[in-house]
T-cell receptor, first 116, second 114 residues
Framework: AQTVTQSQPEMSVQEAETVTLSCTYD???????LFWYKQPPSRQMILVIRQEAYKQQNATENRFSVNFQKAAKSFSLKISDSQLGDTAMYFC?????????????FGTGTRLKVLA | DAEITQSPRHKITETGRQVTLACHQTWNHNNMFWYRQDLGHGLRLIHYSYGVQDTNKGEVSDGYSVSRSNTEDLPLTLESAASSQTSVYFC?????????????FGPGTRLTVT
């Protein structure tokens, strides 16, 4: 069975600084997707970034980038130039790419606070 | 614009009562999911459906049921509410077949069982 671990329950960062959130996962599958979702105080879940396991290049979306290490089963999220609006709960999620399978396995989340 | 909605947004009920949480999506997605969110556990999958008349149990399905009679709706029923089911419930949907896996989430329902 797949598992997803986020070992940092809470983190804080100064505005404009860079922060990295860690995520590790365990799977015997070779093809899968990994995601980072953001949940601000409004509770709405928002997709931040997605990585396909067959792609060696790390995904980037503006100030958000990932460090995907397939052999180490690690998928960390880097937030550059942190903004107050980045304050949120961040969840890492795994989805098997096997045909007909679309469900996620989530980590327990990291609460990030950006300090002014 | 397409969206996914949940109702009610807040619900207080008593132990032993049957409760139904509604989820409606206009994305025309085949896949729909119900999660519960609890401190220290993240989001855990309760039930999911990959199409009309299809339902499957997730990791925390005991005490919950779903039915899928059309593409748009996946109501979640708590047969006999228990205090352990006090939680925030999220519904989500996604495309199937060649899609890149993104799930679209509803705004959540906060359920309190007293």
């Amino acid at each position: 069975a797949q598992t997803v671990t986020q070992s940092q329950p809470e983190m804080s960062v100064q505005e404009a600084e860079t922060v990295t959130l860690s995520c590790t996962y365990d799977t015997s599958e070779n093809n899968y997707y990994l995601f980072w979702y953001k949940q601000p105080p409004s509770r709405q879940m928002i997709l931040v970034i997605r990585q396909e396991a067959y792609k060696q290049q790390n995904a980037t979306e503006n100030r958000f980038s990932v460090n995907f290490q397939k052999a180490a089963k690690s998928f960390s999220l880097k937030i550059s130039d942190s903004q107050l609006g980045d304050t949120a709960m961040y969840f890492c999620a795994f989805m098997n790419q096997r045909s007909g399978t679309y469900k996620y396995i989530f980590g327990t989340g990291t609460r990030l606070k950006v300090l002014a | 614009d397409a969206e996914i909605t949940q109702s009610p947004r807040h619900k207080i009920t008593e132990t032993g009562r049957q409760v139904t949480l509604a989820c409606h999506q206009t994305w025309n997605h085949n896949n729909m999911f119900w999660y519960r969110q609890d401190l220290g556990h993240g989001l855990r999958l309760i039930h999911y459906s990959y199409g009309v008349q299809d339902t499957n149990k997730g990791e925390v399905s005991d005490g919950y049921s779903v039915s899928r009679s059309n593409t748009e709706d996946l109501p979640l029923t708590l047969e006999s509410a228990a205090s352990s089911q006090t939680s925030v419930y999220f519904c989500a949907s996604s495309e199937s077949g060649g899609a890149r896996g993104e799930q679209y989430f509803g705004p959540g329902t906060r359920l309190t069982v007293t």
